[in-house]
């Protein structure tokens, strides 16, 4: 029978966080190198060699070592997530170090909550109080309960019934040999009547709000873009300052008028925009 199981949800949580954590405290532990001691002036290019150049030079260093270099919006946003879902993936370890990890398996004493080897009296008694509990007409509009009722019925018949009950201690399963024994990796909350406007919320704001932003985001910053990504503005002040008679020494000019330049280019402060 196919069932939420939080088991393998756990297994799954931690393989997926796993893709994203690692990789991402090596580029942290590398910024943060990188930004005290791990670079030098000429790595950044931050060598003076004349008087002119002291001001950008000093800049650089700014920009690419020490506090400024780990203060920017996006690392420490990354930085954010990253911390998250390491706390999340060191209670996940514990879950399954815990016991909580152990893969879901047909084990009809744990369906019905009583010791193994219990006599047929304690079984019923069990079967009785979990069918009345997890039954149908009691628990209406509610697939959690009535597929744990399932289970129950299930785990009865595992030791009362002679054929299920060998079939149980030969294959691990009441009805006899299975081909495959799958389960769908997703907790079992999502499944229970009180959640389902809970997920239906959160299913409306990824697929009607997050994955729309996602999908606007990515093509305004791509259709900014034409071939080897160059960007079209660039593209554009080329075709217009570019000619047969270009001398060579406005070239350095031309090239800091890209459009990829621009932002760096332009004055930051009121002071900067008097000494122009």
């Not at 009809?108 to 149908?136: N, Q, T, W």
């Not at 729309?212 to 080897?228: A, I, L, M, Q």
Request: proline fraction near 4%; hydrophobic fraction near 40%.
């Amino acid at each position: 029978m196919l069932q939420y199981d939080n088991k393998a949800f756990a297994f799954f949580a931690l393989s997926t966080i796993s893709f994203y954590i690692l990789p991402s405290w090596y580029r942290i532990i590398t910024t943060f190198y990188r930004a005290f001691g791990g670079l030098s002036d000429k790595d950044v290019g931050a060598v003076v060699r004349t008087s002119a150049e002291s001001r950008k030079a000093a800049t650089l260093k700014k920009e690419t070592k020490g506090v400024s270099a780990i203060s920017n919006t996006p690392f420490l946003i990354n930085l954010g997530f990253t911390i998250f879902f390491t706390l999340l993936f060191v209670w996940l370890v514990m879950q399954v170090a815990g016991g909580e990890g152990e893969l879901n398996s047909f084990d009809p004493f744990s369906i019905l909550e009583i010791d193994h080897g219990a006599d047929m009296k304690v079984i019923k008694k069990s079967f009785r109080e979990k069918s009345l509990l997890y039954h149908p007409d009691k628990n209406p509009n509610n697939p959690a309960a009535e597929a744990k009722f399932m289970m129950v019925a299930k785990a009865y018949e595992a030791l009362t019934d002679e054929t299920a009950k060998e079939n149980y201690e030969k294959y691990g399963n009441p009805d006899g040999k299975q081909s495959l024994e799958v389960s769908i990796g997703l907790p079992a909350f999502l499944l229970e009547t009180q959640n389902q406007n809970m997920v239906l919320i959160f299913y409306l704001i990824v697929m009607v709000g997050l994955v729309p932003f996602c999908v606007w985001t990515y093509y305004s910053s791509s259709s900014k873009f034409g071939e080897k990504d160059v960007m079209y503005d660039t593209y554009s002040w080329f075709h217009h300052t570019l000619g047969e008679n270009t001398l060579m020494k406005s070239l350095p000019e031309f090239l800091a008028g890209a459009a990829e330049f621009r932002k760096r280019n332009s004055p930051k402060s009121s002071k900067e925009k008097e000494q122009i």
